[in-house]
């Protein structure tokens, strides 16, 4: 059973309690909990203040561990604001301190995090950079879990800089630790990823072969949208390689997931799929697709289902959409 997080009453009262007692470093660590407390709430100025203040006295005390860690969450909650500049001053600086202390999975961590930001601002070379030393940081401290995070984080920075033949080396290399840790979950994802680049390539046997892989190992995950997701891309597959029994097998099986899933984009994509494989029924399905977009919002798509109703049957037939869940 999870234990209960403090509440804000608890927190100020710890507070009281070390001010009263004139303990700067219970002040510091409450602080630190309170900036924690206001940033999972997402009220990021209010959490910035205690953090600051929480920095404050580690500084005072010259408790790097401590500061290192405040650093970093004040980096978190500038990232949630989205002033990027900001954190990625405080995740440098975090670097910086960890660095002192010597400790690599905090340097890693660090380092990661400075990739996320720069490859959130398209600083793509950058961000590989990051990427490489992080995953050497993590393998160095032994935390072969944060190592495979890395590695996934450097192939979509080599993806983003359109290079597939590296994006496919570094998710190879992640892939290759997350069979080692028996995690079924994120090989499926990393065996998709591989399968889109392949297919993207040409080699579409090769792509078929990974998501069939992929399938399997969702399955055993029990990850109902990344079957429901895995499936999808099998019936895309399929559709272009003008299979049309097992490309409609599969588009039904994963409608029927993201039916009971709640997953109305994924749904409404797959139902404009089915529809181009079933040019009689091709209205009503379109139409269906339609609603769930305009449920959603997104007009956008709602008016490019719309706009199928116009085109011919070999028009219809001549691609397929991309229905991806949550969980891709």
């Known amino acids: ?80 604001s989205k002033d990027y500049a900001r954190a990625l001053e405080q995740f440098a600086m975090a670097l910086g301190t960890y660095a002192a202390l010597n400790q690599p999975l905090g340097q890693g961590i660090a380092l990661n995090n400075m990739g ?89 046997r090769t792509a078929l072969e990974l998501h069939s892989r992929a399938l399997a190992l969702a399955q055993k995950a029990n990850i109902a949208l990344l079957v429901a997701n895995t499936r999808a891309s099998l019936g895309k597959l399929y559709f272009e390689a003008k299979n049309r029994d097992l490309a409609r097998a599969e588009f039904l099986a994963a409608l029927q997931l993201y039916e009971q899933q709640g997953e109305k984009s994924g749904e409404a994509n797959t139902l404009i799929n089915l529809a181009k494989l079933d040019f009689a029924a091709g209205e009503e399905l379109v139409r269906r697709s339609a609603g769930i977009f305009r449920q959603l919002g997104d007009s956008q798509n709602e008016e490019a289902a719309l706009a199928l109703l116009q085109r011919s049957e070999p028009e219809m037939q001549s691609e397929t959409r991309e229905a991806k869940g949550k969980s891709a």
């Open 1 to 80: 059973m999870a234990e209960a997080k403090p509440s804000i009453e608890h927190l100020q009262q710890q507070l009281q309690q070390a001010e009263a007692a004139g303990d700067p470093w219970k002040q510091g660590i409450t602080l630190n909990n309170l900036g924690d407390f206001f940033k999972n709430r997402n009220e990021q100025v209010t959490a910035r203040q205690y953090f600051r203040r929480a920095l404050a006295f580690f500084t005072a005390l010259a408790d790097l561990d401590r500061k290192a860690t405040v650093l970093h969450n004040l980096g978190g909650s500038y990232l949630a």
């Open 116 to 204: 996320g930001v720069q490859l959130t601002l398209g600083q793509y070379e950058q961000a590989r950079k990051q990427f490489i030393l992080s995953s050497s940081f993590f393998r160095s401290a032994e935390e072969p879990a944060w190592e495979a995070q890395s590695l996934e984080n450097l192939a979509a920075a080599e993806a983003a800089m359109g290079s597939p033949k590296a994006t496919i080396q570094s998710y190879g290399r992640a892939l290759e630790i997350w069979q080692r840790l028996n995690q079924f979950e994120r090989q499926a994802m990393i065996l998709n990823r591989i399968a889109g680049l392949r297919a993207a390539m040409g080699e579409k």
